[in-house]
């Protein structure tokens, strides 16, 4: 009986120094993490101006499909943005009609326009930029219209 304790209490040793083993290798090593992928298309609105995929300003541009993107991801997209209207004209953006509502609290839309004046039918070449916060959460697919206003 002797050698049939021995062994059950040397396995039970060996047991607990394993369990022991494991939990501090986990603590040393914490789990990778995890992410969502964000998949969106976007509206954009005019008023006063065209935008446009081309410097020839021939190929409309109605909407922008931001692709697959990670949490702490940015993307970015180059347009054409053309002064339709009669007189010089400075330019404005604005996002909304965000889905799901939460997206607008973890998405951001930035461009690069200067803020400079557009002649009558000169057009400016500006880069859109959506850059998606690293602590997302919840969101796998977004919407949201993009408006951009000349005004003169």
């Given amino acids: ?23 501090l290798v986990s603590q040393a090593f914490p789990a990778t993490q995890t992410s969502k992928t ?52 400075t330019l404005s953006m604005y996002t909304s009609n965000w889905n799901p509502s939460s997206a607008e609290n973890y998405l951001t839309l930035s461009w690069n326009y200067d803020g400079g004046y557009i002649n009558q039918d000169d057009s400016v070449q500006v880069t859109f930029t959506l850059t998606v916060d690293a602590s997302i959460e919840g969101i796998t697919n977004f919407s949201f219209d993009i408006t951009i206003v000349g005004s003169s």
């Fill in 1 to 23: 009986m002797t050698s049939k304790e021995s062994i059950i209490t040397g396995a039970m040793i060996i047991l607990i120094t394993y369990t022991l083993g494991l939990s």
């Fill in 38 to 89: 964000l998949s969106s298309t976007g509206t954009i609105e005019t008023i006063g101006v065209g935008v446009y995929t081309d410097i020839q300003c021939s190929s409309p541009l109605t909407s922008i499909a931001w692709g697959t993107l990670e949490p702490g991801e940015n993307q970015t997209v180059i347009c054409y943005i053309r002064n339709e209207g009669d007189l010089p004209s």
